[in-house]
């Protein structure tokens, strides 16, 4: 089969597509031929030799896709050959198969083509436990969500989840045009952090009583103000590294606020804490997708064989929602 290898670390140059031996299923994963993948910013940091996939995992990048059920392996009950689904992954979607534990499936929703499904698992599954979830965010009807990089993947998705649950929604965007977008989505302030500090606009927008909960990619660069923008009970949720790994946490305001500071991540989690997220995502969300309440943004659909230009792109963040490669049909 043909697979998207890294043929050493570096920039999206070093990405080829090859033949490579396709994968079996083994007792409790099922085979699906890959319809289409998504690139993720974890695939950027992959290819650079900065984020091995865990033990026993893919070697191939993409951490979800969609496509048809070729092959079940023992012992998987509840799906059969030629459904049609999406996954999520601990690497191997740039290829034309994928082995997936059962666990990790879900039923491709009604109404959204098999291609435009491949955007969904990644940032539903992230959203869904990180901004909803009993041990994160927990964002309730009537509370304050600031998303940053909004225009992302993730924050498209987080937009329109915490709207359709009854949330006002901040976001921070670097572009006029990606601002428009997210208020169109449902974003009830946008603010470009290259023409405003977006803690002093969030606190301002609020009377000083800040947001309940922040969902932040960039990390050390932001965590004094996000700090100083969660309001009293605030839950700070950390799913990027992207403005730097160690910053310095005002420990006296997190105590006078009571605030939380919860760090996400799916790839690496045990597979039944994956397959219960995934299995909640698939019962929550869903409906909202199948409804039309809620949709996969997607930027633009690519082929496997444009692989480097697909990291070019996302690497330059000129794009909204997310970039799909088509690998079948």
Known sequence: MRAVVITEPGGPEVLRVQEVPAPEPAPGEVLVTVAATAVNRADL?????????PQGASPYLGLECSGTI?????????????DAV????AGGGYAEQVAVPAGQLMRAPQGVSLVDAAALPEVACTVWSMVFGAQAGRLQPGER???????????TMAIQLARARGATVFVTVGTPRKAAFCR??????AINYRDEVFDERVLAETHNAGVDVVLDNMGAVYLPRNVRSL????RLIVLGLQGGRKGELDLGTTLAKRLTVHAAGLRARPLPQKAAIVAETQLQVWPLIESGTVRPVVDRVLTLDDAVEAHRLVESS??????LMRVAG
């Open 45 to 53: 940091l992959q290819r650079q030799g900065n984020y091995p996939p």
């Open 70 to 82: 070729a092959a079940v392996g023992a012992a998987v009950t509840g799906w059969r050959v030629g």
């Open 86 to 89: 999406c996954a999520l992954l």
């Open 145 to 155: 969500l600031l998303v940053h990089g909004g225009s992302s993947g993730i924050g």
């Open 184 to 189: 169109e989505l449902g974003a009830e302030v």
């Open 231 to 234: 309001a009293v009970g605030g």
């Open 318 to 323: 000129e794009h909204i929602g997310k970039v």
